[in-house]
């Protein structure tokens, strides 16, 4: 086209455009609000059949009160598909574009720039038809900034995870949102629930809202926190989401006991056992440790089972277990106060554990006859023991009032003790799970000293002759002294301490009688620290010598294999004496040697058809008699008696 052709356009439609404007005045066209966001499509609606069965000859589109259009639509001579456009560049160039189709047609205006913002004009022209005009006030929305969010320190929160907390704590949250046009609202929503939508303009262009969520619980875990911001409905909100984590605490923990249990749920001592404790709903998963009374358990082994803890803990419950508490704690790992924990108070039974004392008023080493004392036997078990038996030297000690013997409770009592209470003793407990014997205790009864053989011993003795008389007594502790005295008709006297010696239980005296007046009566007594001896030991002095072989012997009632001896006793000598009967055979050893308290014998079991020689004798402790020769004995075979008969 050439210049003056085009600038005469210009004019011309310059002035037909402020013709217009001041007929769109008079005719008062409506002003149409359009909202476009920056950066994305605005759109004008300009419908071009308001005219019937006219056609459309030019679209303008002015911006403001402008007479210069910055878009126009020709389609003077062509098709509504064969129009020419054409967009001013410095307005919006190739960013804007009519479509006439789909209808009502519109001026389409991508990429729009702030600069856009404004009232925009689209003026149709027909053939025939009056001039139609369509008036718009374009506002551009800028969204703001995606939001920021900071803990109660003012730290921004750059994960989508939201702590963890811990039950009971109070979450704050300060949403910040930076920019938009116009200014945006903030809000908070938890779980997609609108929450707090107070918001406040702070320095700048920040807006903030902050949210407290106060005392949170187990049910807030895993809540969505969500802080939007939105300025219009043409976009979706600018939001942040954050999910709360937390560390819960276990909800239950329950100890599951061993199928091995006896009866009422008793276990049974020095035997192995595997209890298991369940935890469920700490998170993360619990730990779960086990206690007896205060002391820690090691030997266990942990597994996790979906959100269940599983512990088995291994143990060898011993008597002293018994009553105690078994705990087991399941605690969040991460916050030791977040705990639960729960006890079986454990019977453990055992055979009983007993031991016996003397009576604690008694000194054990101060008991001497006469005293009473008393034995304490100690007996722990469970269950409780339902018998208790006494021991004396490994036999029963039954209840025995005439023998001063007492059972009282768990107590023995001895009234009045001799020596003989001395020995070993130990009580015997029982109960459903064994019998217990206790240690033995070695009883001591102090007693002072006492003859060991009783009665008067004879002791016979030539004039001249030394014996030594020996003394034994029994005592405890042993005789500390000995004393020696003789009597004969006239008077008593003492024996010199030269003349006997003492090793404790016993005292030798050496005595040599050479005179008449020496035979008499020799008495011992000894004492120690308990007293001194009440009845002394006495030996009677004879004159003495060997005994006389026995007289008169004689054989009778002899049968095929036995035979009767008897002789009347010589005189003894001054001293007790016994009788001694020999058979003899071929050789000097005696075939049969037969003692007795009296001179008379019973052969028996010789052989036959041997001829037998037999020495009868008396001795006392001076020696031996002379022998007393007998007749020969003969036992015939009974066979040979009988053939001879016939």
């Known amino acids: 086209m050439a210049p003056h052709v085009a600038l005469f356009l210009i004019l011309c439609l310059v002035h037909c455009d402020t013709k217009t404007v001041m007929q769109d005045k008079l005719a008062g066209v409506r002003t149409v609000d359009v909202q476009a966001v920056e950066g994305m499509v605005a759109q004008f609606p300009c419908d071009l059949g308001t005219a019937a069965n006219d056609k459309v000859y030019m679209v303008f589109w002015f911006r403001d009160d402008a007479g210069i259009p910055l878009y126009s639509f020709d389609v003077r001579g062509k098709h509504l598909s064969e129009a020419r456009h054409w967009s001013a560049p410095e307005v919006f160039g190739p960013r804007a574009h009519f479509a006439t189709s789909p209808p009502p047609a519109a001026l389409l205006v991508r990429d729009v720039k702030r600069r856009d913002e404004g009232v925009y004009r689209c003026r149709v022209d027909f053939r025939n038809t009056q001039t139609t005009s369509f008036r718009y006030n374009l506002t551009v929305v800028v969204p703001p900034e995606k939001p920021v969010v900071v803990d109660r320190w003012g730290r921004v929160i750059n994960t989508t995870t939201l702590g963890p907390h811990e039950e009971g704590d109070d979450v704050l949250l300060t949403c910040r949102v930076l920019g938009g046009r116009p200014e945006p609202s903030v809000r908070w929503l938890v779980n997609g629930v609108l929450v707090d939508e107070e918001y406040e303009h702070n320095t700048g262009d920040v807006i903030e809202n902050r949210l407290l969520w106060p005392a949170i619980r187990r049910a807030d875990y895993a809540a969505v926190f969500t802080c939007q911001a939105t300025n219009s409905h043409l976009v979706p909100p600018k939001e942040l989401s954050l999910v709360l984590d937390m560390f819960l605490r276990p909800l239950t923990v329950e100890i599951k006991k061993p199928a091995e249990v006896g009866e009422g749920g008793a276990l049974t001592a020095e035997r192995r056992y595997e209890v298991a404790c369940e935890s469920a709903g700490s998170r993360p998963p619990a730990l779960v440790s086990w206690y007896k009374g205060k002391r820690q358990l090691k030997r266990i082994t942990e597994e996790l089972r979906d959100n269940l803890t599983v512990s088995v803990m291994s143990f060898v419950p011993t008597l002293d277990d018994d009553g105690k508490p078994l705990t087991c704690r399941a605690e969040n790992p991460n916050v030791t106060t977040l705990s639960i924990d729960t006890s079986w108070t454990i019977n453990v039974v055992y055979p009983p554990v007993v031991r016996l004392r003397l009576g604690s008023s008694l000194a054990a080493g101060d008991i001497k006859e006469g005293d009473d004392v008393y034995f304490e036997c100690h007996v722990r078990a469970n269950p409780p023991a339902r018998k208790l038996s006494w021991l004396h030297d490994d036999r029963p000690l039954a209840h025995n009032a005439t023998a001063r013997v007492f059972h009282s409770n768990q107590s023995l009592v001895l009234q009045k003790v001799t020596r003989h209470s001395s020995g070993r003793y130990a009580c015997s407990a029982l109960n459903a799970e064994g019998e217990t014997v206790s240690n033995e205790l070695l009883f001591r009864v102090k007693y002072s000293p006492s003859c060991r053989t009783g009665g008067v011993s004879v002791v016979g003795a030539a004039r001249g002759e030394s014996v030594v008389i020996v003394c034994e007594v029994d005592a405890d502790p042993p005789a500390a002294v000995f004393k020696w005295k003789f009597n004969n008709s006239g008077e008593t006297l003492d024996v010199a301490a030269d003349r006997y010696t003492s090793n404790g239980s016993a005292s030798s005296l050496k005595y040599t009688p050479v005179a008449d007046l020496d035979y008499g009566t020799l008495s011992c007594s000894a004492s120690n620290e308990v007293g001194a001896q009440l009845t002394p030991c006495v030996f009677q002095m004879v004159a003495a010598g060997k005994p006389h072989a026995p007289r008169n012997c004689t054989l009778w009632n002899q049968t ?87």
Do not use: I, M
């Open 560 to 646: 095929s294999d036995s035979v009767e001896v008897s002789c009347v006793a010589g005189f003894d000598g001054g001293l007790p004496q016994r009788f001694l009967l020999e058979v003899y055979s071929d050789s000097a050893v005696p075939r049969v040697n037969l003692t007795s308290d009296e001179p008379s014998w019973t052969v028996r079991g010789l052989e036959w058809e041997v001829r037998h020689r037999l020495v009868a004798a008396a001795f006392n402790s001076k020696g031996r008699s002379p022998p007393a020769r007998l007749d020969d004995l003969l036992f015939r075979d009974p066979e040979k008696r009988t053939g001879q008969c016939l």
